[in-house]
């Protein structure tokens, strides 16, 4: 049997990244400890390429592989955020390994394996291709978050996410399950097909609709999915952490945001009000514990969970009935999650490289009087933190505003009003950071006791992070007609 | 000749069954479902399945029950006791279960519409299992080498948790 040509070339970056993913681990044995650098180097060009390679065939809408996969903008825009991403991880994790003790190059070939299941979900046309997609995704993750293996907390972390995320996989499974039951296929076009014709009274794919919402929630981290998220994102490797609240999330609410519409949006009206409640819980629940505490590791896990839900309110829109709503609320959540990657890496990479004594300094107090003795670490993590809490003139304002505004667009005024209450509460505790910094004093013994471990590398993703908190904030335009284009309709 | 074939194995399903929860040794409730499972796999391949039947060994004899067994050896469990004040319970479920039985045998005249089988269903000249692969290794050949990745990553992160000596630090 022959595979046609032309499929192979579609996947080619999924290929590409596999290939390297697969020398990485064989040549770390036989690699001399000094020039270890060089494989991480090597999966850095490779995301380079396969950013070229992307971003030239961006716009057409391909099918490979008897139509399991769809290569189209959608796929494309997510690839790029997640290239960029998984770079910067990578060079994040240069010194941060290092600096743990845990520099092994296996890490970054199970970062690429990761993305390569990032990819596959984004550009699956087929249930059963996004849930093996996310399987790769989780399983890499699951063995990443355990990397610290000598360290309790990492070990926890790794194991608690893989019995939750196992356990959300069976719930998807299931409902995919049930879908091939009902639908007799599991392709998004058939699954669509199927909704048409006897969606609102086949009980099977209500049923199968409510599980699928389920798993996804579990990987999007929305309430009431989301107890995992504060354990596994301050236990595992602060570089993993990134990767997790960022690239995972992305690649989730991707995978999430097509099955709605491409396979279930013939039935907008009876999952909107279930997306709604859960995206109004997540605000809430997000918000509110975030600001009680104290560990700013887990203060962003409880962040990220807010975004989750500010995310939300795109695919709320998008599920709206009306003309033209859905595709705002679609590019208005694609433009909020690019921006937050790029203002969670930051906020992230900062704790990574902030050290006392032989640990991180992940506590609200390891950060007090920080701008007294390290003013640069200082100014990026406030100018984070403000992004975070979407105070113009940074991306994290514009992200808000143009959800917000599809929101307003779609007669949804009051869930914009939601949105922008709980935007003002989580300005209590990401000012919170900004204040211990700059109107604390240092106490004397911890101006020994903590250091800035700055690597070479980690100051060019800290300088990436800042460039695209502020450059997206002051002229947003390419990335928002990106987005408009590369939407789903 | 295929009456008498189904009664014997759902005889002795129903007696391995019993065996397992009856027995006090954990390692002969163990071999119990082994028996048990064989026998079911004997009723797939009466009904024509033969893939779900060497599925149901491979994976339920081979995998699954290995695993109980390595527990069970492995914590070195004797006899239990702890499974013993359950009556409770057992009758709460056992109440539950009857009850949906006799609720599916009283509304028995309700049909439930069969789904469309596809273009799939009709291929059934081969053989079930060679049909399977047929399109396991031509429609559905990505997701097969997706899920041969995962096994891979399995494999490499199982070595990297457990393996002695490969960071410095310990």
Known sequence: MMIPLADLVTILPELIVVSVACLLLVLDPITPSNKKDLLAWMSVATLGICFIMTAGSMGDRVFAFSDLVVVDGYASFWKLLLYVVSGMTILL?????????????EFYGFVLLSLTGMMIMVSGADLLVIYLGIEL??????????????????????????????????????????????????????????????????????IALMLVIVGFGFKVAAVPFHMWTPDVYQGAPTSVTAFMAVASKAASFGAFLRVMLEGFGGMKPNWNGLILGVCI????????????????????????IAHAGYALIGLVVAGWVGTGVSAKGVSSMMLYLAVYSFMTLGAFSIVAILRRGGNEGEDLDDFTGL?????????LMLLFMVSLAGIPPTAGFIGKFYLFMAAVNAGLTWLAVVGLIFAAVSAFYYLRVVMVMYMRE???????????????????????????????????????????????? | MGTFVFLYFAAVIV?????????????????????????VAGLYVTLHAEFLAA???????????????????????????????????????????LTEAVLLAVSRGVT??????????????????????????????????????????AMIGAVILSKKGIMESQ
């Open chain 2, 15 to 39: 007696m391995a069954a019993s065996l397992v929860v009856a027995l006090r040794n954990p390692i002969y409730s163990a071999l119990s479902l082994l028996v048990m499972f064989f026998h």
């Open chain 1, 137 to 206: 995704m989780s399983i890499s993750l699951y063995i990443m978050a355990g990397f610290k293996r000598f360290e309790a907390r990492s070990i926890e972390s790794s194991a608690k996410y893989f019995i939750l995320g196992a356990f959300s996989s069976g719930l998807l499974l299931y409902g995919i399950s049930l879908i091939f039951g009902a639908a007799g296929s599991t392709r998004l076009v058939e699954i669509a097909a199927a909704v048409e014709a006897r969606g609102l009274d086949d009980s099977l794919i209500l």
């Open chain 1, 281 to 304: 819980l997540t605000l809430i629940l997000g918000n509110l514990v975030a600001i009680v505490q104290t560990n700013v590791k887990r203060m962003l896990a409880y962040s990220s």
């Open chain 2, 112 to 153: 439930v519409a069969t789904p469309d089988p596809g273009p799939e269903g009709t291929a059934r000249a081969v053989g079930n299992t060679e049909s399977i692969g047929e399109v396991l290794y031509s429609t559905y050949l990505f997701p097969f080498e997706i899920a041969s990745l995962i096994l891979l990553v």
């Open chain 1, 93 to 105: 994790s240069i010194g941060y390994l290092k600096e743990e003790r845990i520099d092994l190059a």
């Open chain 1, 371 to 379: 701008a007294k003795r390290h003013k640069g670490a200082a100014f």
């Open chain 1, 442 to 489: 240092p106490s004397p013994d911890q101006e020994n006791e903590t250091r800035l471990a700055l690597s070479p590398t980690a100051t060019v993703v800290l300088a990436l992070a800042a460039a695209g908190v502020v450059l997206f904030g002051l002229y947003p335009w390419p990335l928002v007609s990106l987005t408009a284009t590369a939407s789903l309709p």
């Open chain 2, 55 to 97: 599925i149901q060994i491979i994976v339920y004899a081979g995998a699954i029950l290995v695993l109980y067994l390595f527990v069970v050896m492995l914590l070195n469990v004797k006899r239990d006791e702890r499974y013993n004040q359950q009556g409770t319970v057992a009758l709460f479920l056992g109440v539950v279960l």
